[in-house]
């Protein structure tokens, strides 16, 4: 071999490989969405967009907008702009029961003077209407439904989909000049559970239920945002279509199908309405077996020329109507609030109500969100109440019955002091949650000890979750200051812990007290301070003196650090306890390295990730030897990575990473980059 690098492709031959690699991408989606039956690797597709991805940085002038490596979203906007429908995006008929679906089946035969009419149903799926418009097969324009005749444009949110296709395929003969698809955005239900248990270990607010995380993912001003939620689409029709005729609502969704857009499986044409009853029964016993929210079923006259004929009537359509599920509330009484604390310091009010059946379940809790639901709702002890159960959502209340109050119900405010400690509650302005900032409130001291002994933070290997129960369960530790004047008789007394068990942990915690301020600062729980944020306020305020002494001002005057990250720290350092507990563990040998200023290395200002395991390197040694160059290293991946790490077996990080446009780096590439520029390196 030469040991030459490979030739610079002419742009003639680029152009060429090019375009048959976003053939080929096109069709795999296809096959992978569309048709749920890919024909390639995930490993062989990698390779095709890494290939697609190398020769478009080398000829940057040949990235077209329907590339499949565009799918991670545009700049941030400042605010949604707004799209008129051409075609107004109605709503349809709700019907709840039997009867009204029967009315609706003889209403229609009575307008078409027929005795029998064929129908398609399908499911009706629960998150947000869209309209997607192509021209000459490019995606050039998405909005929401909005009021029905505008919406709001959120094209470049659209265009993050991956089962969206930039551009439709050709498997039919070439795709229309004008195509308006009308579809449903949703968020599966495994992906829903997925985020909310990341935002609620970051501490931020939870959605209530997936159509809601599917409208707001779809409605960030930032699209890098909606390209790392896990949005999907299934098209259910068209609005203007240039070129072509249908002569049924089934066709049409098979054209849909073939031009590459992703059509329900579980639509069917039905010979009548007593078929269209049987299908909403028959998906109605599938509904929680579904991987996403549905509510019910969509009957439409199947007929195009039929539909024409029928019409509309004020904002609905008269040739199709929406059988809902049967909702699952009930009513029953509030008998008292009580405020339960959660594992990030969250006071949640729930009511305790008389218990009452909903969907099979004995429901005798239920959620009330936060101070502002409590007021929006006017929720007061004593009254009247409508209670929601759907999928594994939590139970919540969603009215009140007004007109059964009697006088006697008494209004409730979330008190301003923690029910379990008494510790003072701090409101973000930014936020409806108020929080209790006591590090050892007992209702949130076992998640505070956790997180202080894991990775990233002080380390302690051995000291999981279970162990943790244990020692808070049998009283062995109350906070985290604890874990250093633990002796081995202590850990003798738990179960699963014998002799040498116990010696590899009081070793591992020994070896704990030796730190760095930022992995201290983070190892605290302190809110809205991650590793990141905790290596800034180390390296700018170098000891924790500093760090409690500084004003709110002094705090936001740091790179990086707002207001509500700013307020975060000073009331945590406010808080006599939390400071008790760094004078413990100060008492106890907890010392830590003062962060060394760290200016003009050759990675000032570059941000690493790192994903997967590395053979010849252990994360932490990594991650010093990125600082050491005077760059950074997160834990989460956003537009702002300059280079993704890649080793053996690599998580989501790495398909979010192409999507962003974010650099991949192999383990040696980032050796070479790192270790010859080390300090003392030759």
Known sequence: MSGKPPQKPTKQQAAKEIAGLRDKLNYHNYRYYVLDSPVVSDREYDRLIRRLEELERLWPELVTPDSPTQKIGAPPREEFGTVSHTIP???????????????????????????????VAEPKFDGLAVEAVYRDGLLVQGSTRGDGYTGENVTDNLKTIRSLPLRL?????????????????????????????????????????????????????????????????????????????????????????????RVSPKIEVLASI??????????????????????????????????????EVSRSPRWAIAYKFEPEQAITRVREILIGVGRTGVLTPVAIMEPVQIGGVVVERATLHNQDEIDRKDVRVGDTVVVQ?????????????????????????????????????????????????????????????????????????G??????????DKQVIATVSDIYRLKKPDLLSLERLADKSSDNLLAAIEKSKQTTLARLIYAL????????????????????????????????????????????????????????????LAAYGVKYEAPRRRAGGKLEGKVFLFTGTLKDLKRDQAKRMVEALGGRVTSSMSKKVDYLVVGEDPGSKLDDARRLGVKIMAEGEFKKLTLGHMPGSA
């Open 525 to 584: 729980g302190i809110r809205h301070v991650g590793e990141h944020v905790a290596q800034v306020v180390a390296d700018h305020f170098a000891s924790i003196e500093g760090i409690e002494k500084a004003s709110i001002e002094e705090l936001t005057s740091v790179r990086e650090i707002g207001d509500i990250v700013a307020e975060s720290i000073h009331s945590f350092f406010r808080q006599d306890t939390n400071r008790k507990v760094l004078r413990d």
């Open 463 to 472: 000291l999981g979750w279970k162990l943790v129960d244990q020692m808070v």
């Open 169 to 261: 395929l050709k498997t039919d003969g070439a795709p229309p000049a004008l195509l308006e698809v009308r579809g449903e955005v949703y968020m599966a239900k495994q992906d829903f559970a997925e985020l909310n248990r990341k935002r609620d270990k970051e501490g931020e607010p939870l959605f209530a239920n997936p159509r809601n995380a599917a409208a707001g993912s779809l409605r960030q001003l930032d699209p890098a945002i909606t390209a790392c939620r896990k949005l999907h689409i299934y098209a259910y029709g068209m609005g203007r279509v240039a070129g072509h005729t249908f002569r049924t609502h089934w066709e049409v969704l098979q054209a849909l199908k073939g031009w590459g857009l």
């Open 274 to 311: 007593e078929e269209a009853l049987a299908f909403h029964d028959r998906i109605l016993g599938e509904r929680n077996r579904l991987p996403y929210e549905i509510d019910g079923v969509v009957v439409k006259v199947n007929d195009l020329r039929e539909q024409d004929i029928l019409g």
């Open 89 to 119: 995006l109605l709503s349809l008929q709700n019907a709840f029961e039997r009867d009204e679906v029967l009315e609706f089946d003889r209403r229609v035969k009575k307008l078409l003077e027929k005795t029998e009419v064929e129908y």
């Open 389 to 461: 159960r759907a999928g594994d959502v939590i139970p919540e209340v969603v009215s009140v019955v007004t007109e059964k109050r009697t006088g006697k119900e008494k209004k409730f405010t979330i008190p301003d002091k923690c029910p379990v400690c008494g510790s003072k509650v701090y409101k973000d302005p930014e936020e409806a949650a108020a929080r209790c900032t006591n590090l050892s409130c007992p209702a949130k001291i076992k998640e505070t000890i956790a997180h202080f002994a894991g990775r990233g933070a002080m380390d302690i290997d």
